[in-house]
Every structure is written in C-alpha cells, then in structure tokens.
C-alpha cells in the first residue's frame, strides 16, 4: 500500500515538474534578450566545435611565424588582421574560445556537483554536519578566487591545467552555500514529510524530492558563473600564469597586444571582444532564466 502511494506520489510531483518546466520555456522565449543571449552562447560554441574547419588559417594556433606578413590590418585575407609574430588573430580567436570553454567545464564540472552534494548533505541532516561543512565552507568563501589562483598558479608551473585546478579549488563553496539554504527552508516542507511517511530512504529525498526543487537556482548561478570564470581565466593569462604561448588563450593575445597600441589596435581589440561578447551573452543567458524562474542568486 505505501508502495502504491509513493508512485502516485511521485506520478503527481513529476507532472508538476513538468508543468512548471513548460511555463518557465514559454516565459523565457518572450525576454528577447534571455533569447539573444541563449544565441550567442550557441553561435560561440558551434564556432568553438568547429574551429578547425572555420578558422581560415587552423595552422597559425601553434608554433608559427611569418615576419613578412606581421601586425597587417583587418583586410579580406585577414578579418581580424595578423599578430607581431604574423598569426592569423581570427583563427586564434576561435581556438581561444576553445580554451574558455574549456576552463568553464572543467571548473563547473568539479565546482557544481561537490558544492551541490555538500549543500544538499548539509542543508538535510543540520546539527553539527551543518556545521562542519559551512564553517569549512566559509572559511573557503573568505580568500577572493582570483588571488588564489594567482596564488596556486605562481606556486605551480604556469599551465592551462595549473589554471583550471586553481580557479576549480574554490568554486564548489558558492554552490554549496546556495544549495545549503534551500534545502534547510525545503527539509521542512509538506512533500518532504510526506515522503518520509511513505517510508523514502534519505537519499531519495534529497535527491528525488529536495534537488529538483534547486535546479532552477543552480542553473541561474552556472551561467552566471561561467562568466566570471572567464573572466578570472583570461585574467590569469593576462598576467601571464595562465595560457601560455603559443596557445591562443584570449586573455594571452590582450596582454601581447597591449604593447603595441594604438596603432596595431586590433591586436588588442578584437580578442578584448571577443571576452567580452563571450561574457555578455552568459549574463544575459543568466539574468533572463533569473527572470524566468524568480529566483535571487548572490555572490
């Protein structure tokens, strides 16, 4: 019998869900700028997945030179125009929004399922789990992630790897915290009582009954975090601890640039651009599903 009702329980929740799915996909299609910016994070990532193909001259992301054709402006041959060293900068753009893509998996892929476990562990049992977990947690949120990728990175060889792992070492805390306070609201609730009535393990209720109710906010945060780690990433390559030549990190080829403005400015500029179109279109992905599923994420 408590068998039966717990599938009918679930059979109820589940169509709720989607319900509630189906509302958020029609209100977000009416925010032209949540659909702009859904667009561009597309349009980028296509272009990132086949760069090979797109970049006019692929050959010019590695260990190449041509001295004769350095520093040319824009021009048919050369959209973006040529670097100090005679690269292609359209087609290390492209590769260089690889790398970026690239920083953003591997450190959300490691920040947003731990600090999700950790927050759902926490926010569930309460007592002094709660409390080990969030002091630890808030210890972490005291040292600014950029300073201690700087730190991490100086400590270790200078790599893109070195990079990812530093700027991925802090980021679970902010997930963890979120996650934390909704289910320490949500542990409470009728369906979560309810669930506990039909006889459901812990597990299934923080994963099949409370998690879902966090997936929209997780998945506000995860956007918008995408371009902070962008943002930190090239920061990290700008200052030299981050991409190294000759890969094409976007935040390496600003910082190159820089020293020969203002009159090679596209040097500089288009791969400026292309950060900041990069981060735009996340913002705006992320404050359109804000919108959609009224829901507050602070940082």
């Not at 590695?62 to 690269?87: I, N, Q």
């Not at 893509?101 to 759902?120: A, E, R, Y």
């Not at 962008?230 to 390559?237: E, K």
Request: include cysteine; aromatic fraction near 10%.
């Amino acid at each position: 019998m408590s068998t039966s009702r717990s599938n009918l329980l679930d059979q109820i929740v589940s169509e709720q869900r989607r319900e509630l799915w189906a509302r958020a996909w029609k209100r977000f299609r009416s925010r032209p700028m949540s659909v702009i910016g859904l667009a561009i994070i597309v349009l980028i990532v296509l272009a990132a997945l086949l760069a090979p193909v797109l970049a006019p001259y692929p050959e010019h992301v590695g260990k190449y030179t041509d001295f004769a054709s350095a520093l040319e402006s824009p021009s048919l041959e050369h959209p973006m125009g040529t670097d100090h060293v005679g690269r292609d900068i359209l087609s290390r753009v492209l590769f260089g929004y690889r790398i970026s893509l690239m920083l953003v998996g591997v450190v959300l892929g490691f920040g947003v399922p731990s600090g999700v476990l950790l927050g759902l562990v926490a926010g569930y049992y309460g007592g002094w789990t709660e409390t080990v977990i969030m002091r630890i947690t808030d210890t972490a949120l005291a040292l600014p992630p950029l300073v201690m990728a700087l730190a991490i990175t100086s400590a270790l060889q200078p790599t893109l790897w070195n990079a990812m792992i530093a700027v991925a070492a802090l980021w679970w805390t902010w997930h963890t915290r979120l996650v934390q306070s909704i289910v320490s609201s949500e542990r409470n609730e009728e369906y979560v009582q309810a669930a506990k009535l039909a006889g459901a393990s812990s597990r299934h209720i923080m994963f099949r009954e409370i998690l879902p109710n966090c997936l929209s906010p997780i998945l506000v945060k995860v956007t918008l975090d995408a371009g902070f780690v962008i943002l930190i990433g090239a920061g990290l390559s700008f200052i030299g601890v981050g991409v190294q030549p000759p890969q094409p990190g976007l935040g390496t080829m600003v910082s190159q640039g820089t020293g020969y403005l203002p009159e090679s400015w596209w040097f500089a500029i288009f791969p400026g651009t292309a950060i900041f179109v990069l981060v735009m279109g996340f913002n705006m992905l992320g404050d359109g599903l804000r919108d959609v599923f009224d829901v507050e994420v602070n940082r």
